[in-house]
T-cell receptor, first 113, second 115 residues
Framework: QKEVEQDPGPLSVPEGAIVSLNCTYS??????FMWYRQYSRKGPELLMY????GNKEDGRFTAQVDKSSKYISLFIRDSQPSDSATYLC?????????????FGKGTKLTVNP | NAGVMQNPRHLVRRRGQEARLRCSPM?????VYWYRQLPEEGLKFMVY????????ESGMPKERFSAEFPKEGPSILRIQQVVRGDSAAYFC?????????????FGEGSRLTVL
């Protein structure tokens, strides 16, 4: 079982739709949970991060973490064509004096005008 | 404030040649990470460096790959005797003081093609 599973992909929605992106993970030691957005041929950029279980809102974006189920989600309200990108979930792993981010494979989202 | 700068953006090598990828972190950042991204795959951790030190190289292939982050100058990811399977996008990311807020600032990547 991979450490981080990301589902679904690819996703195509009409403008204005609510988008739900999800990841599951297996490592209980994961702490911070993040969503990165990556436009085509660009580097990823941090969208949201959260530490605890619950919801965190930022404009049209809501990140949700359920540690008991090892499940995280990103919701995008009133989706726009400019939201078309690949969305990567990421989790911080601390081990043996090192820290790194472990990423999901990413979900490619297309928002059609 | 310039972001993370990677060069070259595109690199073509023949099998058996060497590839050198450079990364200048954001100003003031002393933590550098290298990730590899294959088509349809997520970002795979390779190595974590601080100035003059390799902190974690658990994601680096044991042979042909090396990384450094000298006291002066950019971080270098070096791939010797490249093979077709090395073709990928290599991303460098930097942070100010580790991952307490989860923010890694990524460069735009170096895309290596091995012929």
């Amino acid at each position: 079982q991979k450490e981080v599973e990301q589902d679904p992909g690819p996703l195509s929605v009409p403008e204005g739709a609510i988008v739900s992106l999800n990841c599951t993970y297996s490592n209980s030691a994961f702490q911070y949970f993040m969503w990165y957005r990556q436009y085509s041929r660009k580097g990823p950029e941090l969208l949201m991060y959260t530490y605890s279980s619950g919801n965190k809102e930022d404009g049209r974006f809501t990140a949700q973490v359920d540690k008991s189920s090892k499940y995280i989600s990103l919701f995008i309200r009133d989706s726009q064509p400019s939201d078309s990108a690949t969305y990567l979930c990421a989790m911080k792993e601390s081990q043996g004096g090192s820290e790194k981010l472990v990423f999901g494979k990413g979900t490619k989202l297309t928002v059609n005008p | 404030n310039a972001g993370v700068m990677q060069n070259p953006r595109h690199l073509v090598r023949r099998r058996g040649q060497e590839a050198r990828l450079r990364c200048s972190p954001m100003k003031g950042h002393s933590h550098v990470y290298w990730y590899r991204q294959l088509p349809e795959e997520g970002l795979k951790f390779m190595v974590y460096l601080q100035k003059e030190n390799i902190i974690d190289e658990s994601g680096m292939p044991k042979e042909r790959f090396s990384a450094e982050f000298p006291k002066e100058g950019p971080s270098i990811l070096r791939i010797q005797q490249v093979v077709r399977g090395d073709s990928a996008a290599y991303f460098c990311a930097s942070s100010l003081s580790g991952l307490n807020t989860g923010e890694l600032f990524f460069g735009e990547g170096s895309r290596l093609t091995v012929l």
